[in-house]
């Protein structure tokens, strides 16, 4: 279990609640007054001169059925392994978060109950977190608590408003790092310019204990957000906002990290990002680069590069990654030579129906050293109520040979084969 505070507030303006550990909220105006309803913040309880309380949640429902998959797969190493295969159904994910300003409209706070009730039994299936931050104005707002490392787009603070439900393609999931404990700074440089910045503990927080930790605090992630012609992008991926002007992003990210053995969380946690090579080998593993080689230490390092264009309900997203690992430390690692990996994906939808129905695909690659694999999904949204309250989720995904994956997600660590999932998601 994890506890944090965490930050979250722009320029007095109120914010739309993420929907995991330090995902930056959206700014969609001001909630209303007490006992009212504003989508995306929930429900106000409080509203008084030393500050004000909004209850929201965000949980979904998930049919998943993975028995498309290969049982076993024999990893770049030649050793064989098995495939997790599974058919159930789930309450997959459960938050309740309280937000909201005390003492100053200046100060806000961002705390928040998580389940992941597929992982039940094992490490950071109930995390306890949130944030702090002080708005000085909309150049500079400074933040403590728990984040997510903005080294790729989903880690700005989109979510939960993607193509899928809680779901990245395995390029994005690959290079990527995670959620963890620090210090920040986001705002504007330019009414069209952004920055996110953060130093923090580790690439993942989830899972790992503070004893565990390499005491560096060597953990870096940044972005910069440029959107040229309507000086906004909408809430997250595709043009659910129905952009009357073409509406485009381009954006830059960096991130580098000194990760040691020790810190990395287990295999089976959820957010459980760890280093892995190509074939989803964890790079820490004893043995992998020859008889007797065991890696304590890596330095990681990863540049993204992200752009987009919506129009009309149309939307075409894409991003392209580069990773570097070197600095290799431990027993008899002097021979290791740097590894390094690239990848990219793409997304198309539209929105057939406005706010309604939205047909959407996506392709995601890695290439490199220790095999090259690869997902293709094709998947539709169904918005009852014509709002992102209520969606209804299905999705077909094939994957060959991913690299990552774990209880939470619809991908299978090794996977090669077929996958179905269906997601009743409730976001207010």
């Known amino acids: 279990m994890i506890v944090g505070f965490l930050i979250a507030s722009q320029s007095g303006q109120a914010q739309t609640p993420p929907a995991s550990p330090g995902a930056t909220p959206q700014v969609t105006g ?5 006992g009212k309803y504003t989508p995306n913040f929930g429900f106000k309880v409080a509203d008084t001169p030393e500050g004000d309380l909004s209850i929201s949640v965000y949980t979904y429902v998930r049919y998943l059925n ?3 998959l290969d049982p076993t797969y024999v990893d770049d190493f030649s ?3 098995n495939v997790q295969q599974r058919q159930d159904v789930q309450l997959n994910k459960m938050q309740i978060k309280f937000l909201g300003w005390i003492m100053n409209p200046k100060l806000r706070y961002f705390v928040y109950a998580w389940t992941s009730n597929a992982n039940q039994g094992n490490g950071a299936q109930v995390v306890l977190a949130g944030n702090i931050n002080y708005n000085f104005n909309k150049y500079v707002t400074l933040s403590a608590g728990i984040n997510g490392l903005p080294g790729t787009r989903t880690i700005e603070g989109n979510f939960p408003f993607w193509l899928g439900v809680d779901s990245r393609h395995i390029a994005d999931e690959f290079f990527r790092g995670s959620y963890t404990s620090g210090f920040w700074a986001k705002g504007e440089i330019t009414d069209k310019l952004r920055y996110q910045a953060m130093v923090g503990n580790n690439l993942s927080t989830l899972g790992v204990p503070a004893s565990r930790l390499d005491n560096g605090l060597n953990t870096f992630a940044s972005a910069l957000i440029w959107t040229p012609t309507t000086d906004e992008f909408g809430s997250g991926v595709g043009d ?7 509406a485009t ?3 830059a990210h960096f991130s580098r990290s000194d990760e040691n053995r020790e810190s990395q969380p287990n295999s089976d946690d959820f957010e459980n990002t760890q280093v892995r090579l190509a074939d989803g080998t ?9 008889s007797g080689v065991s890696v304590t230490d890596v330095r990681y390092r990863m540049t993204s590069f992200d752009g987009g264009i919506k129009y009309k309900g149309f939307a075409f997203e894409g991003e392209t990654y580069l990773r570097w690992l070197d600095n290799f430390r431990g027993t008899n690692t002097e021979g290791i030579s740097r590894i390094f990996n690239n990848g990219f994906q793409v997304q198309a939808s539209a929105m057939v129906m406005p706010k309604t129905l939205q047909p959407y695909l996506g392709y995601s690659r890695v290439f490199g050293q220790y095999r090259d694999p690869w997902d293709f999904r094709a998947g539709l949204n169904f918005f009852p109520f014509k ?12 994957t060959h040979q991913s690299p990552v994956g774990y ?10 084969g077929s996958i179905f999932v269906s997601n009743l998601e409730l976001a207010f």
């Open 30 to 34: 001001t909630p209303t007054s007490s």
């Open 66 to 68: 993975q028995m498309g």
């Open 79 to 81: 050793l064989a392994r």
């Open 240 to 246: 659910f906002e129905n952009h009357d002007k073409v």
């Open 249 to 251: 992003r381009l954006a």
């Open 282 to 290: 964890v790079v820490f593993t004893p043995d992998i680069f020859g």
């Open 387 to 398: 709002n992102r309250v209520v969606r209804w989720n299905n999705e077909y995904l094939y």
């Open 407 to 416: 209880t939470s997600v619809p991908f299978a660590l090794g996977g090669t």
